[in-house]
């Protein structure tokens, strides 16, 4: 079992930044590729970024150049660096860690609220 805790949402002016930050249990979290999810009211869950055990990123075409995903294993925790952030970036944020095997489930932490409004 892995649980995971985000922290670091909040309200924040258009333009300003935010680093939520999401610290898992388990002895095995460098083996995990972990991700970062949002969801908008009214809207699908939607994939922000995601970095691989190897530290290989991926992102959200809309995210690209403003958000940054990075780990520290030593810690047990993955970071969301977001910059120049727009009204358009409210919304739940969920961390996600996908387990090495293709058999096993997902695990979800409990979403931060990141809320972007002048």
């Known amino acids: 079992q892995v649980q995971l805790v985000e922290s670091g949402g909040g309200l924040v002016q258009p333009g300003g930044s935010l680093r939520p930050s999401c610290a898992a249990s388990?002895?095995?979290?460098?083996?995990?590729?972990m991700g970062w999810y949002r969801q908008a009211p009214g809207k699908q869950r939607e994939l922000v970024a995601a970095?691989?055990?190897?530290?290989?990123?991926n992102y959200a075409d809309s995210m690209k150049g403003r958000f940054t995903i990075s780990r520290d294993n030593a810690k047990n925790t993955v970071y969301l660096q977001m910059n120049s952030l727009k009204p358009e970036d409210t919304a739940v944020y969920y961390c996600?860690?996908?387990?090495?095997?293709?058999?096993?489930?997902?695990?979800w932490g409990q979403g931060t609220q990141v809320t972007v409004h002048s």
């Open positions: 996600n860690a996908k387990p090495p095997s293709v058999y096993a489930s997902d695990y």
């Open positions: 388990g002895s095995i979290f460098r083996l995990y590729t």
């Open positions: 970095i691989t055990r190897g530290g290989t990123t």
